[in-house]
């Protein structure tokens, strides 16, 4: 018997009632069990008269037979009631119907033949059953996914699965794809001929409001009833009738509320193109008009191809709707809406917003829109190609969120006055005008002198665009901002922090990530820590998300490799990563928040011994910070690099001017920028030939304190080479080994803030001995300053703000506990 859809080995019973929508397969279920029995049977076809049934039954009554009766739903009354009456009587039957029975004659007569005997529930078949189905249809050998591929389109149901079954052993389905797919084949409309016949007999007597109904119903939309009761132009009751009396017509399958796939096909291929589209913009309509999500609209609407005008109004809007925060999935909504025949002037502004997240390049000539909206885009452009003097013009006149972008450009080119300026602005707009990111954004572009001061509006500014994404293509993220003035202060790990979130909250699209990213392993290498730098820039699942880079990430990633081949003396790698970057700084795009990275570029240039093109880039870094007021750390900052290249030409006269000038600037700066300037003079009395040991070792221990650890490693280890001594030399070298002790890991590292280097894993082990700093460095060969040194950088790669914090941190360490 057949149960759950499974096609077995019919059963003799000579008494059954088969129960099953059209297409179900009842009439074959019939032909098994009759062709089971040891017994005559005798067919009756209803509806039939009174005086042939009788002749029927009566011959069945004298020959012993069994009487069969097929779709005994379209019978009458009396012959329901005289089948009855020979059941009763002891005659044999097995009769098949619908599942529903709306005839108390009808309902007598089921009970009767079920009392006697057993009912045979025929629901969809799976995929035995249609596997059953298929090789019967002449399909040889029939794999799986062709099996479960009639299935589904089927419904199960047998009649249509047969269609399907037959049309794909013939060829004229398979042909839809080079696999044969059969769900491909329907939903392109290459539906049998038998089954499309079959279709039309049953949609031919239905209403017309039923048939309106199935028109909209084989959209298979996942939409209520009462969208569909809208766009055919019925009531909510009319549709539920309808869904019933498709599925005893077996169009719908039996447990489901959709058409069977296949037969929704057959119906829209039968539809003229006129009718289609009609329909097409009824459903559009009622979609918008019902106030279902708009994104959720657009889907329903795209997945049934529909393609008028409406329609591209919805998929116009699930695209403005996505563009800030899913800017890909943005550009597909506004391709389906220029499709399906939108303007391409009416979408370019949202896709120019939505491309420009993701980094491809843009063409504003000739995209027009809302002047605000614009004016951004062509900020963000501008900002991505390092142009922040031209992002600052195109905002100069900004209001609201305008405005605050506006602050960190005209900071960003050294225009302190006019950043505030903005940053006023954008706070006088009325509430809700000016999010919240930015407004912290531009309070901390107006405290451009201190950048101590700049951080904490800068983490606010993150966390509240993790918060709430500002809905403006942003020229750069808070988070990045906020890591680069964090690395200008030596607060590596607030930097970290912003970029991993940054990262984790998406803020800004595509283009920002990689930015993030980017940043990230720059960041990390500055800090010494060159393989989990190195594992940043490892391929990600999307390596054709780097297709792109912007002008200014080509820089940044210039500056990183360069960094990179400088601190492992690579002259090769650091002579190719000039020669990437060499034309794009003759550009001169250059501002305040890039200083560090410049300062990688511009030592490598002069180790190459090609300051031609380096030197006009730091006469404009010293126009911006004349131009800012000559705050003390970017004035220490420019002095730096200043330095550095003197260092790097073993410049010792020009090194000794610098020097002083930094020194005293230094005074008036943070922690890094007094280690910077107290290392500037240490460097000047090394190229003369003086070195002070103790100086040198102390100068560079502050240096590694501040996250410039290879700085420090190579005063140290030039020091070392210009004395004479052998003994302080051989101290010096090992204090330069203990600064520049590699970290070890590699891809599998990614992510992670703490890693310890061997060394530090050493002196771990030492600190959870309670081991005294003297002692741990008289074991190791090191002074206790170096060790002091050490234990710092650990507690910030661990993220450990206690001794607490930080013993438990090395005891959970890989290698630090045996």
Avoid at 64 to 81: E, K, L, N
Avoid at 390 to 402: F, I, K, Q, S, V
Avoid at 679 to 704: E, H, I, N, Y
């Amino acid at each position: 018997m057949q149960t759950h859809g499974q096609m077995t080995t019919p059963g003799a019973d000579a008494t059954t009632v088969v129960v099953g929508v059209d297409g179900a397969g009842r009439s074959r279920r019939l032909r098994d069990l009759a062709a089971a029995l040891d017994r005559p049977v005798r067919w009756v076809t209803l509806p039939s008269s009174d005086a042939d049934l009788d002749l029927v039954l009566t011959d069945a009554r004298a020959a012993g037979a069994v009487v069969i009766v097929d779709d005994a739903h379209h019978g009458q009354p009396s012959s329901w009631r005289a089948l009855a009456a020979a059941a009763r009587a002891g005659q044999a039957m097995l009769i098949a119907r619908r599942p529903v029975v709306r005839a108390v004659e009808l309902a007598d007569l089921d009970q009767v033949v079920a009392a006697a005997g057993t009912v045979d529930q025929l629901g969809p078949l799976d995929a035995a059953g249609v596997a059953a189905v298929v090789t019967e249809a002449g399909v040889t050998e029939p794999d799986e996914d062709t099996i479960e591929e009639i299935r589904t389109a089927s419904g199960g149901m047998a009649a249509v699965a047969a269609s399907l079954a037959t049309a794909t052993s013939r060829g004229s389905v398979a042909t839809a794809t080079s696999r044969g797919s059969v769900a491909t084949a329907t939903s392109r409309g290459l539906v049998p001929a038998a089954l499309r016949a079959r279709v039309q007999r049953r949609l031919a007597g239905l209403p017309a409001d039923s048939a309106a109904v199935t028109q909209v119903l084989a959209l298979l939309l996942d939409v209520p009833d009462s969208v569909v009761a809208r766009a055919a132009g019925v009531t909510v009751a009319t549709v539920a009738d309808t869904s019933n009396v498709l599925q005893e017509r077996g169009m719908i399958a039996p447990g489901s509320a959709s058409l069977i796939p296949a037969v929704a096909a057959a119906i829209r291929t039968d539809l003229p193109v006129v009718v289609r589209r009609q329909l097409h913009d009824r459903v559009a309509t009622a979609l918008l008009d019902s106030g279902t999500d708009p994104l959720l609209a657009a889907v329903q609407l795209r997945r049934a191809r529909v393609r008028t005008p409406t329609a591209a109004v919805a998929y116009a809007g699930a695209a403005d709707h996505l563009r800030f925060r899913d800017p890909d999935a943005a550009v597909s909504w506004y391709d389906a809406a220029v499709e399906a025949g939108a303007q391409p002037a009416a979408v370019d502004l949202g896709r120019a917003e939505a491309a420009t997240q993701l980094g491809t390049p843009v063409d504003l000539t000739d995209v027009s829109g809302e002047p605000a909206r614009l004016a951004i885009v062509v900020a963000a452009i501008a900002a991505q190609q390092g142009r922040w003097d031209r992002a600052a013009e195109a905002l100069a006149d900004a209001d609201g969120p305008g405005a605050a972008l506006a602050a960190v450009a005209w900071a960003a080119t050294g225009h302190p006055e006019r950043a505030g300026d903005a940053a006023r602005r954008a706070r006088t707009e009325p509430s809700g005008g000016t999010p919240e990111a930015l407004a912290r954004l531009a309070e901390a572009a107006a405290g451009l002198a201190e950048p101590e001061a700049m951080l904490p509006l800068l983490i606010e500014s993150a966390e509240a665009a993790q918060r709430t994404p500002p809905d403006v293509v942003l020229p750069d993220s808070p988070h990045a901002l906020g890591a680069l003035v964090a690395g200008l202060t030596g607060d590596v790990s607030t930097a970290e922090r912003l970029l991993l979130a940054g990262l984790a909250a998406g803020v800004g699209g595509p283009v920002t990530a990689r930015r993030h990213q980017l940043l990230l392993a720059f960041t990390r290498m500055r800090a010494g820590r060159y393989d989990t730098a190195a594992a940043e820039l490892a391929p990600g699942p999307d390596p054709t998300a780097w297709d792109h880079p912007t002008a200014r990430d080509q820089l940044l990633a210039a500056a990183l490799a360069a960094g990179m081949a400088r601190r492992s003396g690579d002259v090769a790698r650091m002579r190719e990563a000039w020669n990437g970057v060499e034309t794009q700084l003759a550009r001169r795009a250059v501002d305040l928040f890039a200083i560090e990275v410049l300062e990688e570029l511009v030592v490598t240039a002069a180790r190459l011994r090609r300051m031609v093109r380096a030197r006009p880039v730091m006469d404009v870094l010293d126009d911006l910070v004349a131009r800012a007021g000559d705050p003390p750390t970017w004035v220490v900052a420019v002095g730096w690099i200043r330095v550095q290249v003197a260092v790097a030409l073993e410049d010792a006269a020009t090194a000794a001017t610098l020097a002083g000038e930094l020194a005293t600037a230094a005074t008036l700066a943070g922690p890094r920028q007094r280690a910077q300037g107290a290392a500037a003079l240490a460097w000047a009395d090394v190229l003369a030939g003086k070195v002070d040991v103790d100086r040198v070792c102390s100068v560079a221990g502050d240096l590694a304190t501040n996250q410039l650890p290879w700085d420090a490693s190579r005063l140290v280890g030039q020091a070392a080479i210009r004395t004479t001594d052998a003994t302080a030399a051989r101290r010096l070298l090992e204090h330069a080994r203990g600064l520049s002790a590699v970290e070890v890991g590699g891809g599998e590292q990614r992510g992670r803030v703490g890693v310890l280097s061997e060394r530090e894993i050493a002196v771990g082990r030492m600190v959870l001995e309670g081991r005294t700093q003297r002692e741990i460095g008289s074991q190791l060969y090191l002074s206790p300053k170096t060790v002091e040194h050490h234990v710092a950088r650990m507690r910030t790669k661990l993220d450990a703000s206690s001794r607490a914090e930080f013993l438990a941190a090395l005891r959970e360490h890989p290698g630090v506990v045996d």
